[in-house]
């Protein structure tokens, strides 16, 4: 398997789910930089433990001037949810331009996209070349136009700057930092239903922050100009209902669901194209999800 040792990396958005492991991961064999605005002073406390030298920016604004310019690579993990489409494209796309421009001497630069790209189509499954649509509008007004907005400005930079680039569609990521199935857990625990798709069962593709994590490398290695795209993912397809399930034999909890059209639908993306670059992913979902739970909350775990 690649590895990344003694690389000068930029991490954007290290205090989120995903990021924050993948940070603390890198900083052990490399130098990395992480800038976020650090809202959370724990967060940034956790990150500077683990060697990442921490940088306090607001991204939007384009001002890189504290950060350096001689960056191998580039990780760019940060987003913005929120409700105003103008605010939120600037955010989360035109931001993207004005980093690969300050960062367009790095060797690759990594676009953490979502499969929230994606045109909901029930339970078929989708890969790179599948329809674009605005999937979380029911729940997140503009987070897939956000998206892929993002994501045409990671490609016209890609090749404006001559800057290999590759285009990264998370599906359900989660692992001992969280995710959606610890949310679930929180509901179960509290007696709240849950709402999943009336076209059950409501089917995703989980990745352990363990697999993107070890991922990352062969992703870095694969960037190209112009941008390559790939689905970020598991190879096992496993329901909500699934998932809470074994949650519930874990911990003794049950699951209760609202079967609504009001909440996102199945997401089921295909992973061969990043089985070739990186291999099999490794992590079993049961596995990561008992994992999860004995890192975050073991008391609930039945002993």
């Known amino acids: 398997m690649t590895t990344l040792t003694s690389k000068k990396i930029l991490v954007t958005g290290p205090t989120s789910q995903v990021a924050l492991p993948v940070a603390c991961a890198l900083a052990k064999n490399n130098e990395v930089w992480g800038v ?63 980093l690969m421009s300050h960062c367009r001497r790095a060797k690759a630069f990594l676009h953490c996209s979502s499969t929230a790209v994606y045109q909901a189509a029930g339970h078929s499954v989708l890969n790179e070349k599948s329809d674009l649509g605005d999937n979380h509008r029911v729940m997140m007004p503009t987070y897939s136009i956000a998206k892929i907005s993002a994501e045409a400005v990671a490609r016209s930079c890609a090749r404006m700057f ?39 069962p409501n089917i995703y593709v989980p990745i352990h922050e363990d697999d993107i994590i070890r991922s990352i490398p062969g992703l870095l290695a694969a960037a190209s100009v112009p941008a390559r795209i790939v689905n970020w993912c598991g190879q096992e397809h496993v329901s909500i209902e699934e998932w809470c399930a074994y949650i519930g034999e874990l911990t003794g909890f049950t699951p209760q669901f609202n079967y609504t059209t009001q909440t996102l639908e199945s997401m089921i993306t295909d992973n061969a194209e990043l089985q070739k670059l990186v291999g099999p992913l490794q992590v079993h979902w049961k596995d990561g999800v008992r994992r999860m739970i004995a890192a975050r909350a073991p008391e609930l775990l039945k002993q």
């Open 162 to 200: 001559n800057l290999p680039t590759i285009i990264c569609r998370l599906n359900v990521p989660y692992g001992d930092n969280g995710g959606w199935p610890f949310y679930h857990l929180m509901m179960m625990q509290n007696g709240v239903q849950i709402p999943v798709h009336v076209d059950k």
């Open 36 to 98: 976020a605005r650090f809202s959370e002073p724990d967060k940034r406390a956790q990150l500077e433990a683990a060697g990442v030298h921490c940088v306090a920016a607001d991204i939007g604004s384009g001002d890189f001037s504290a950060l350096p310019e001689d960056f191998d690579y580039v990780l760019n993990f940060a987003v913005a949810r929120g409700t105003d489409f103008d605010s939120d494209i600037t955010l989360n796309a035109e931001s993207v331009g004005l």
